[in-house]
């Protein structure tokens, strides 16, 4: 099956700056790249993702690419506020049908004041 | 707009007990509904997986099963708790459309085997 690894584990930025969390996946027919953020005792919320067709995406402050040759992925989080310190997960899957998702390790954002 | 909610929202066990755990989604017909499992500090691991009412498919066996009664809930049972189940099981859904792929996970509920 897909195995998705992910780093850093821990990060830790100054807040105002840029953070950024890289992924790599192996399977070449994974097509759809979701990022979730998942504070203390609470679920995962989806907060971006990026299809197969598409190279880079951006909502806000938040910008993933995507390299299909390489087979990596990448979150960047521009202009970090407190809020943003939390648990970020990727994760790969090939899209259609039911999803089997399969997630990274996760990283642990720590923003700095 | 859909809800998911799951039940109960905590449980405490002891080893060798049964358990059930509910999730139940309104809003939406026909979703794909997914369960996962969450060690504490530890990644989300796809445990089963169903694209329509009386069919799952299992990903990992953890000695869990998993039914989908109805279109709107799924169920994910043991007859025997292992101290290995603890941790925290989340209910998905995503659209069930092709290219529908965005999951949603419901608030979850926490598990301690003793």
């Known amino acids: 099956g897909e195995q998705v690894e992910q780093l850093p584990s821990i990060l830790r930025v100054q807040e105002g700056s840029s953070a950024s969390i890289n992924c790599s996946y192996e399977?070449?027919?994974?097509?759809?790249f979701p990022w979730y953020k998942q504070e203390p005792g609470e679920n995962p919320k989806l907060i971006i993702d990026?299809?197969?067709?598409?190279e880079r995406k951006q909502i806000q402050e938040l910008i993933v690419l995507l390299d299909k040759k390489a087979k990596r992925f990448s979150l960047h989080i521009t202009d970090t506020q407190p809020g943003d310190s939390a648990m970020y997960f990727c994760a790969a899957s090939v899209s259609g049908g039911a999803d089997r998702l399969t997630f990274g390790k996760g990283t642990q954002l720590i923003i700095q004041p | 707009a859909q809800t998911i909610h799951q039940w109960p929202v905590a449980e405490i066990k002891a080893v060798g007990s049964p358990l059930s755990l509910g999730c139940t989604i309104k809003?939406?017909?026909?979703?794909?509904l997914y369960w996962y499992w969450q060690a504490t500090g530890g990644t989300l691991q796809q445990l089963f997986y169903s694209i329509t009412v009386g069919q799952v498919e299992s990903v990992v066996q953890l000695n869990l099963s998993a039914s989908r009664p109805k279109d709107d809930q799924f169920i994910l049972s043991t007859e025997k708790l292992l101290l290995s189940h603890s941790g925290f099981y989340l209910c998905a859904w995503s659209p069930g459309d092709w290219g529908g792929a965005e999951q949603y996970f419901g608030p979850g509920t926490r598990l301690t085997v003793l």
């Open positions: 809003g939406k017909s026909s979703p794909n």
């Open positions: 990026i299809r197969s067709n598409m």
């Open positions: 399977d070449s027919a994974s097509n759809y």
